[in-house]
Nanobody
């Protein structure tokens, strides 16, 4: 069982930056790939970024590539999402997820989810 707890969300002006953290429990977290998804009001949850268990492979949605960076520190069982040049369209609840399979953009492949953290970008 893997439990995920996101933090770091908040209100930021357009052009600003935020770093989200996802703290996990479980001594086997280093064997799980992780991902970040987001859900804006009235929209479906969408893929943002994913990272392999080792941290050597990453993949991003087109909408955030070049502005967001996903990373992980397995010794601290934590995954991060560094967000730069934030825009109002980035406003959403951001969710961390973990999968025992390979890193993927497929929402259905993830076994465990956090409760989410709100990110609001003002114009």
């Amino acid at each position: 069982q893997v439990q995920l707890v996101e933090s770091g969300g908040g209100l930021v002006q357009a052009g600003g930056s935020l770093t989200l953290s996802c703290a996990t429990s479980g001594r086997t977290f280093s064997t799980y790939a992780a991902g970040w998804f987001r859900q804006a009001t009235g929209k479906e949850r969408e893929f943002v970024a994913t990272i392999s268990a080792s941290g050597t492979a990453t993949f991003y949605a087109d909408s955030v590539r070049g502005r967001f960076t996903i990373s992980r520190y397995n010794a601290k069982n934590t995954v991060y999402l560094h967000m730069f040049s934030l825009q109002p369209e980035d406003t959403a609840v951001y969710y961390c997820a973990a999968t025992s399979g390979l890193a993927t953009s497929s929402r259905g492949a993830y076994d465990y989810w956090g409760q989410g953290t709100q990110v609001t970008v003002s114009s």
